[in-house]
Nanobody, 111 residues
Framework: QVQLVESGGGLVLPGSSLRISCVTS????????FHWVRQGPGKGLQWLGQ???????TMIDSVKGRFTISRDDGRNTLYLQIDNLKPEDTAKYFC?????WGQGTQVTVSS
């Protein structure tokens, strides 16, 4: 069955960087497009961006320059690099491939 498993979250200081991974199985990774979504405390889901099977990346304007999406087709893994983390980045981060979602990984930015 299709599985998406995120990891790499944690408690980090403002200004630090973090790379979240999403390891997938049960699918032909190289032919799929993937999305990153987050949900902050008490907030709705926020779509962050996507990467297509050809590596074309689309991001929302508010995270451009700090967030980077990448993929490693050899490892069936999707990545989200977040630089210069801010307290407002505190959220649960999910990878998704319609209609499947991972369980999410929590990122908390606090001093």
């Amino acid at each position: 069955q299709v599985q998406l498993v995120e990891s790499g979250g944690g408690l980090v200081l403002p200004g630090s960087s973090l790379r979240i991974s999403c390891v997938t199985s049960g699918l032909t990774f190289s032919s799929r497009s993937f999305h990153w979504v987050r949900q902050g405390p008490g907030k709705g889901l926020q779509w962050l961006g996507q990467i297509t099977d050809r590596g074309v990346i689309t991001m929302i304007d508010s995270v451009k320059g700090r967030f980077t999406i990448s993929r490693d087709d050899g490892r069936n893994t999707l990545y989200l690099q977040i630089d210069n983390l801010k307290p407002e980045d505190t959220a649960k981060y999910f990878c998704a491939m319609r209609p499947y979602w991972g369980q999410g990984t929590q990122v908390t930015v606090s001093s």
